[in-house]
């Protein structure tokens, strides 16, 4: 298996596990992949999920390029259509996502680190979108996740001019919330996912849903959604431990119940 999960107490860690081609995603491994995210997606004792890539030159060095110069017009759709589902997979899982950015993120690499909720990156660590130097559009969502990261205007610089940005800039620029050593990336991602295994998981998930949903929504239907996801947190246990355990000075324990279904 090309797509490695292996799993902590409430977090499971998928590994793209393809370090001689810097972990490049061909048709095989992305429907690995999406498979893998679906079952995680569905299995409530997973509360945290951390993406990273294998060895330590690559996060994922984008779609394989030798798969796709052999591609026509019909197999182009199916490939961009089949990588838009993984993305999609990632972003409305019901789990906070961490990408755990271990070196190059390129093409579907950088799609699939902004698909996830958080992007934490390794110092060497490089992002970018190159594919109009293959002659080609980014096509895994790059085009649209990406502007609503870093600004249209950012985004247009990234895309046009293919070129990689580094750890630092990308930070600076908001398109990875942090930058780590190398050695220490992998401790860090599990340091913050362990923080959101404290939380309420319906709670968290509804959080996810609605933040998924501002770039889609007017702020009058955004208000509307979160007024009801809200009141809908006061049908299940969640609310009453979480307000309980505030009240009596003790920490809150929360169960996973799967009340809140996906979050796309
Ligand atoms: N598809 C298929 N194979 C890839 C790949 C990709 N996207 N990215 C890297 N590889 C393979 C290389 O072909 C090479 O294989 P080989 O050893 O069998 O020749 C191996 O991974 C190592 O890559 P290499 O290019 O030799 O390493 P480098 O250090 O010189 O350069 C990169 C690293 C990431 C800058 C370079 O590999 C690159 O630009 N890759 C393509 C990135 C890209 O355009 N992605 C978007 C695709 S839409």
């Known amino acids: 298996m090309a797509i490695e999960v292996t799993r902590e107490p409430g977090i499971a860690i998928v590994t793209v596990n393809r370090p001689d081609a810097l972990n490049a995603f061909n048709t095989e491994l992305i429907l690995e992949m999406t498979e893998q995210i679906k079952q995680l997606a569905d299995d409530d004792s997973v509360r945290a999920v951390i993406i990273t890539g294998a ?7 984008g779609a394989d390029i030798q798969e796709m110069s052999e591609k026509d017009h019909d197999g182009a759709v199916a490939f961009s259509r089949r990588g838009h589902k993984l993305c999609d997979a990632i972003e409305s899982m019901p789990q906070p996502v961490i990408a755990a950015i271990n070196g190059f993120a390129l093409g579907g690499g950088c799609e ?7 992007r934490l990156a390794a110092d060497h660590a ?4 190159p594919e109009v130097g293959l ?30 940005v580094g750890a630092a800039e990308a930070k600076e620029i908001g398109l990875v919330n942090a ?16 923080t959101f295994l404290e939380k309420g998981p319906n709670a968290l998930a509804a959080s996810k849903k609605l933040i998924n949903r501002t770039m889609e929504t ?16 006061f049908n299940g246990d969640e609310q009453r431990e979480g307000m309980e355990a505030f009240l009596e000075r003790r920490s809150p324990s929360f169960a996973a119940t799967g009340e809140s279904g996906d979050a796309g």
């Not at 060895?55 to 060095?61: C, E, M, P, V």
């Not at 490089?126 to 979108?129: A, S």
């Open 135 to 164: 002659g080609i559009p980014p096509a895994w969502g790059g085009t649209q996740r990406l502007p609503r990261i870093v600004g249209i205007g950012r985004a247009k610089e990234i895309v046009f001019s293919g070129r990689h």
């Open 126 to 129: 490089k992002l970018g979108q």
């Open 218 to 233: 007017s702020m009058a239907t955004g208000n509307i959604h979160e007024s009801k996801l809200f009141a809908e947190a």
């Open 112 to 118: 699939i680190a902004i698909a996830c909720d958080i």
């Open 179 to 194: 930058v780590h050593p190398a050695s220490d990336l992998l401790d860090e991602a599990k340091k913050l996912a362990r």
């Open 55 to 61: 060895g330590d030159r690559a996060f994922i060095a």
